[in-house]
T-cell receptor
């Protein structure tokens, strides 16, 4: 039973380009959460999705950032027109439906904007 | 809004000794979960231990135990018989128990283990 898979592990983008980060949740998990970790900081919540629905996007910047979790395929976090301040580690976590206590995290994608 | 505070940016411990990492949180909820996560240099977030707020008994996982003081909103992690592999960032996190709500993290404590 594979864990939460994130790819790519590292991503380098020039300012103004688009970044696409992918997350495949654990088998049987229908809830996905995206977090951002700036250097020497804790993880900050960005968005919570269920299949085909955004449940809570209160932590996601209104501009340039979007997320989806289609019926088929991985969840995608998309950052348009990246800027240096977007450089961070982006983590995905998943959980099954119902009342659960904890989530399973992926290994993260480190985005570097040059 | 819920907040989690870790007041020790860095800690160090001698191998085989015991160390305690502090965490306080703020919430108006009565039912919630608390967690400690370990993040080694590999960046992987590893769940160390979790505590359910309605349980008075402190959680224990092998060398890791917590001191949960609900009234004081304190949730410290004790690592006994420290090992070199315990060196990592440690994050305290909170989550409401209702629904699949997101985790709220503290800023972390960097633990060094001295041989």
């Amino acid at each position: 039973n594979a864990g939460v898979m994130q790819n790519p592990r590292h991503l380098v983008r020039r300012r103004g380009q688009e970044a696409r980060l992918r997350c495949s949740p654990m088998k049987g998990h229908s809830h996905v959460y995206w977090y951002r970790q700036l250097p020497e900081e804790g993880l900050k919540f960005m968005v919570y999705l269920q299949k085909e629905n955004i449940i809570d996007e209160s932590g996601m910047p209104k501009e340039r950032f979007s997320a989806e979790f289609p019926k088929e395929g991985p969840s995608i976090l998309r950052i348009q027109q990246v800027v240096r301040g977007d450089s961070a580690a982006y983590f995905c976590a998943s959980s099954p439906p119902g009342r659960v206590s904890g989530y399973t995290f992926g290994s993260g994608t480190r985005l570097t904007v040059v | 809004a819920q907040t989690v505070t870790q007041s020790q940016p860095e800690m160090s411990v001698q191998e085989a000794e015991t160390v305690t990492l502090s965490c306080t949180y703020d919430t108006s909820e009565s039912d919630y979960y608390l967690f400690w996560y370990k993040q080694p240099p590999s960046r992987q977030m590893i769940l160390v231990i979790r505590q359910e707020a309605y349980k008075q008994q402190n959680a224990t996982e092998n060398r890791f135990s917590v001191n949960f003081q609900k009234a004081a909103k304190s949730f410290s992690l004790k690592i006994s018989d420290s090992q070199l592999g315990d060196a990592a960032m440690y994050f305290c996190a909170y989550r409401r128990s209702s629904g699949n709500t997101p985790l709220v993290f503290g800023k972390g404590t960097r633990l060094s283990v001295i041989a």
